[in-house]
């Protein structure tokens, strides 16, 4: 059995993983006082002492609004630290799977699906320090994969963090009948945790580089939540779902991307389909359980 270090692992992706892979791999989860990955020293005395063989990094700052309030805590965290746990997994000679953002294309202006290869300008913090740190891990790590997630979703589950997401939120006021607000000019992929988690075995033996990892985009966002909020209800989704023409007035917000390259390098295992064939398999399978 693979020996597997989750940074993070308390968070959303990492508590889901570690229930569902709990059973195929020897599960390293360390808590921050036994892991600090700002602390060079303390990552390298980690690995040392654990020897893990594969290093899924999620431990980030990734509230957005936190990382414009608090750019230098964000670059230490989001930066520095990913880079600590590259150059340790690079010496002990771990891979190294690093959990980048759809953020990096926050500033591009091209529409359809973004390839990897694509020239980057994101414009705010969380972005910037996620591009530089794709490009320092790789620096370190040659072999490291490099995942640029999607927003994701999940309901509440026990054990299992949960924060407001696209799901919970739309659940929420479709049961209070109040209003969510979502923005028309903006392409951004929304993927299903589980797909995320049950892939990512799959993304160790990939070889290094970036990679776009989560559901495509063909439909703007607002009209995702109504056709999810129709979904739930069997109703129109205007009482509850709100378009905001206002927000991205300069140029459409498109964070949608092109998912061909983890297609073709993991030989057509790891496949995600678009934000809304997600939500179907996802909305079906929770009406069966209840």
């Known amino acids: 059995m693979q020996k597997v270090l989750i940074t993070g692992a308390s968070g959303f992706v990492g508590s889901r993983f570690v229930r569902r892979w709990d059973n195929d791999y020897i599960l390293l989860t360390p808590s921050h006082s036994e892991l600090d990955i700002t602390d060079a020293r303390s990552v390298d005395e980690f690995f040392l002492q654990n020897t893990p063989q594969v290093v899924i990094h999620l431990a980030a700052i990734s509230n957005t609004g936190l990382c414009e309030q608090n750019p230098e805590l964000s670059h230490r965290v989001n930066v520095e630290g990913a880079v600590n746990v590259a150059s340790a997994a690079a010496r002990y000679g771990a891979k190294m799977i690093f959990f980048s953002s759809d953020q990096v294309y926050n500033g591009n202006r091209e529409s359809g699906p973004l390839d990897e290869d694509v020239a980057l300008s994101p414009v705010n913090v969380y ?35 949960t924060h407001a997401n696209f799901v919970v939120n739309i659940v929420k ?28 075995p799959l993304t ?22 109504c056709c999810y909020c129709e979904m739930l209800v069997g109703l ?55």
């Not at 530089?132 to 927003?151: G, H, M």
């Not at 006021?173 to 049950?198: C, H, M, N």
Request: proline content about 4%.
């Open 204 to 225: 160790f033996s990939l070889p290094g580089g970036v990679y776009n990892y989560g559901a495509g985009a063909a439909m703007n966002t607002y009209e995702v939540a």
């Open 127 to 161: 972005g910037k320090d996620k591009l530089e740190a794709e490009e320092r891990v790789l620096a370190v790590s040659p072999t490291a994969v490099v995942l640029r997630a999607t927003w994701m979703y999940d309901r509440e589950r026990e054990g299992m963090l």
């Open 173 to 200: 006021a479709t049961k209070e009948r109040s209003q969510l607000v979502f923005p028309v000019r903006e392409y951004r992929g929304i993927t299903w945790v589980r797909d995320v988690v049950e892939y990512l």
């Open 236 to 290: 129109h989704a205007g009482p509850v779902i709100v378009p905001d023409y206002e927000r991205y007035p300069e140029h459409e917000r498109n964070l949608s991307m092109n998912i061909d390259k983890i297609f073709r390098s993991s030989g057509g295992t790891i496949y995600f389909g678009s934000t809304m064939d997600g939500l179907r398999i996802f909305t079906e399978m929770e009406e069966c359980l209840r």
